[in-house]
């Protein structure tokens, strides 16, 4: 297993030791109280997350453990590439399924994958967006796996979550361990926000725009993370009911009359969006917003059916997309996965369920998946019986046993499971943001890290070349 400050010899990692030096000069307690500290801020500022299986409506903090993620600036350099590669093809398939489908024609992936596909939104077919970008927004999931190699674990292209955290865990590091984060050269992450703003104003259909962000609600899980970086941003941030639709634009209510909206980062799902075209019991969406879209009166980011890109099915298929559009071989490397609805793939399955994990094609936040090698005998069973049933809702990969971290546990440094998410915005060009927000399994020895399921959080700490040697 890779651990990322400690070697397999059980030597600190040269990029660590600067830390270590300075933690076993903290006097007892110190991080405990920084740990309290940081809790009652985070309490104060409202960062909460809902948790399923939790009493209904109750939300708790997300846990941020005070000890950084580190990564160096040679390792961040190849993650990079890898990330920018990756985006950029995703949104060139999506450009591509949503006109002549050409990766399609080729074979290169059968045509019922994407249009049998529960993601898919016909009523997207031919529209032409700015610089051809779907997903302006991505979050991708790496893992390091025990060979010290990156692997990506999912694309999310839909409405990435957690920025919100990366950016208050990185103002928590600075304000409750200045001398320390000054004595690392770490990559900025604060100028996220000023990012998101201009990489929205690039994807606008129309010059000057004005921006919104669409909420759910206040009883939306990531409530906290829409009204953040709404503010954050200097834009609106409006629910549903706040807007109409007229003569193809999109149009705010307030004190001072209707103002125009031109463009909505919107944090609803495709389809409440607009109960005319889409699901016709949504309350949280606009009445003609798809139409008003399809005109070119307002832009939607991320657009609408980024998820046939991100759908667990059409995942295995990302490394040809990336050869297709880009005639490069991918930089970051899949995690070896079995599509179920091949006949041979489902009989390995079911002979292996023990040791692989399976995951619903449809699925997120860590539901509707059987991690084999903690499942028991029954669990097992029951879903080799869904999986005979519905092989194409599901794919299979192997275990794989992501890196650790020392979290802060009992006055010691306690390993955990830990996987990362950076962001990548893509408009004009793409950037992808230092870091980004890794994720913890505080429960010993598991592998889920969602918040939604009671995980945890660090700062990620990409290093300058810079960097002290020992000592502090």
């Known amino acids: 297993m890779f651990d990322e400050i400690f070697d397999q010899n059980g030597g600190i990692r040269q990029h660590y030791m600067p830390y270590l030096d300075w933690l076993k000069n903290c006097p007892t307690g110190y991080l405990d109280r920084k740990m309290a500290e940081a809790d009652l801020l985070f309490r104060r500022i409202g960062i909460t997350f809902a948790v399923y299986g939790e009493e209904e409506g109750a939300e708790r903090l997300i846990p941020s453990d005070p000890v950084p993620r580190m990564i160096p600036a040679a390792e961040w350099e190849y993650l990079q590439k890898g990330l920018e590669q990756r985006v950029l093809a995703l949104n060139l398939f999506l450009e591509d399924v949503y006109h002549e489908g050409r990766i399609l024609k080729e074979g290169i992936i059968p045509a019922e994958k994407i249009y049998k596909n529960a993601q898919f939104q016909a009523c997207m077919l031919n529209i032409d967006l700015p610089h051809k970008v779907y997903s302006q927004i991505s979050g991708v999931d790496l893992i390091r796996h025990s060979d010290g190699n990156y692997y990506v674990l999912?694309?999310?292209?839909?409405?990435?979550?957690?920025?919100?955290?990366?950016?208050?865990n990185r103002r928590m590091s600075r304000k409750l361990f200045p001398e320390l984060f000054e004595s690392y050269n770490v990559e900025p992450v604060d100028h996220y926000p000023s990012l998101l703003h201009?990489?929205?104003?690039?994807?606008?259909?129309?010059?000057?725009?004005?921006?919104?962000?669409?909420?759910?609600?206040?009883?939306?899980?990531?409530?906290?993370?829409?009204?953040?970086?709404?503010?954050?941003?200097?834009?609106?941030?409006?629910?549903?009911?706040?807007?109409?639709?007229?003569?193809?634009?999109?149009?705010?209510?307030?004190?001072?009359?209707?103002?125009?909206?031109?463009?909505?980062?919107?944090?609803?799902?495709?389809?409440?969006?607009?109960?005319?075209?889409?699901?016709?019991?949504?309350?949280?969406?606009?009445?003609?917003?798809?139409?008003?879209?399809?005109?070119?009166?307002?832009?939607?980011?991320?657009?609408?059916?980024?998820?046939?890109?991100?759908?667990?099915?059409?995942?295995?298929?990302?490394?040809?997309?990336?050869?297709?559009?880009?005639?490069?071989?991918?930089?970051?490397?899949?995690?070896?996965?079995?599509?179920?609805?091949?006949?041979?793939?489902?009989?390995?399955?079911?002979?292996?369920?023990?040791?692989?994990?399976?995951?619903?094609?449809?699925?997120?936040?860590?539901?509707?998946?059987?991690?084999?090698?903690?499942?028991?005998?029954?669990?097992?069973?029951?879903?080799?019986?869904?999986?005979?049933a519905k092989p194409d809702g599901y794919i299979a990969q192997p275990t794989l046993s992501l890196s650790t971290c020392g979290i802060w546990l009992d006055e010691d440094l306690t390993p955990r499971h830990i996987d990362l998410r950076p962001y990548v915005l893509s408009g004009a060009k793409v950037r992808v943001t230092p870091g980004g927000l890794t994720r913890v399994a505080l429960t010993k020895g598991s592998l889920v890290v969602n918040s939604s399921q009671g995980g945890g959080t660090k700062d990620t700490w990409v290093l300058n070349e810079n960097q002290p040697k020992g000592g502090y």
């Not at 694309?155 to 950016?167: A, C, E, F, K, Q």
């Open 154 to 168: 999912e694309d999310n292209l839909r409405i990435p979550s957690g920025v919100s955290y990366m950016l208050q």
């Open 198 to 388: 201009t990489t929205l104003k690039e994807c606008a259909f129309c010059e000057n725009p004005t921006i919104a962000v669409l909420t759910p609600g206040p009883y939306n899980s990531a409530y906290y993370e829409h009204a953040f970086l709404a503010k954050e941003m200097g834009v609106e941030l409006v629910e549903g009911r706040d807007l109409f639709v007229e003569n193809d634009r999109v149009w705010m209510r307030s004190i001072y009359g209707a103002k125009p909206v031109d463009i909505l980062y919107r944090r609803v799902d495709d389809a409440f969006l607009d109960p005319l075209e889409l699901n016709p019991d949504s309350y949280l969406g606009v009445p003609g917003l798809v139409q008003a879209y399809r005109a070119g009166g307002v832009a939607l980011a991320n657009a609408l059916g980024t998820g046939v890109a991100d759908d667990k099915s059409i995942y295995p298929y990302v490394p040809e997309m990336i050869k297709f559009y880009l005639d490069q071989d991918a930089i970051l490397q899949n995690v070896p996965t079995r599509i179920l609805s091949n006949p041979e793939d489902l009989n390995y399955t079911l002979a292996n369920l023990d040791k692989l994990v399976v995951k619903e094609v449809h699925g997120a936040g860590g539901y509707g998946m059987l991690v084999g090698p903690a499942s028991t005998k029954e669990e097992r069973a029951r879903f080799a019986e869904i999986l005979k």
